[in-house]
């Protein structure tokens, strides 16, 4: 049996998340319920990978439900998740895997909403902040792949926006070092 063919409320995945209506009602306790066990799936994910020799693992940026709404440190169950995190950190390094992130076009540095651009810096904090708590260095090698997003009527406006953002040094400097761009050249 593969881990997709098991019943639903057994399978094994990173993405459990929830509409933001849940999130109003059930709140932390709900998304640390989820994110704890979208984090021990990852661990069980990394061994099958391991069994059939598939070294590379592309993380849903779901394993955090919602994480644009709340800090981790303020999830109930944080202490477990930082300890199954570093405990993935180092089966990966071991193991010599590769994880990487591709947060969704949501995330979207150059546009000219600031409420967006203001969402996408704290999200590609956090994006980093996860592989910093799995304790791996600030370096491409666990990027975090992102596109620069719509071109808003001005390719070259679009991009020298991008840059800026980018050079204000507010993603951070973990984040920096790992951002890496997808082309968006048929924008």
């Given at each position: ?23 109003k ?9 989820l994110a ?15 069994k059939r ?18 800090e981790?440190?303020d ?20 193991k ?6 591709h ?8 546009s000219?909403?600031y ?43 679009t ?29």
């Amino acid at each position: 049996m593969t881990l997709s063919e098991r019943p639903k409320s057994q399978r094994i995945t990173t993405n459990r998340s929830m509409i933001k209506k849940t999130f109003k009602s059930k709140g932390l306790p709900y998304a640390s319920e989820l994110a704890l066990q979208n984090v021990k799936d990852l661990a069980e994910i990394l061994k099958w990978n391991q069994k059939r020799k598939i070294k590379f693992y592309r993380m849903s940026s779901d394993i955090f439900p919602w994480m644009s709404e709340y800090e981790f440190s303020d999830l109930p169950d944080f202490d477990e998740i930082k300890e199954h995190l570093k405990a993935i950190g180092d089966y990966a390094t071991q193991k010599g895997h590769r994880l990487t992130f591709h947060p969704g076009p949501y995330n979207c540095m150059a546009s000219p909403n600031y409420k967006v651009v203001e969402k996408t810096f704290k999200e590609l904090r956090q994006h980093s902040e996860v592989f910093d708590l799995m304790g791996f260095d600030p370096s491409p090698y666990n990027k975090i792949n992102i596109h620069v997003g719509g071109t808003y009527g001005c390719k070259d406006g679009t991009a020298a926006i991008f840059c800026a953002h980018y050079k204000s040094r507010r993603i951070g400097e973990s984040c920096m070092q790992r951002l890496t761009l997808e082309n968006d050249d048929k924008a």
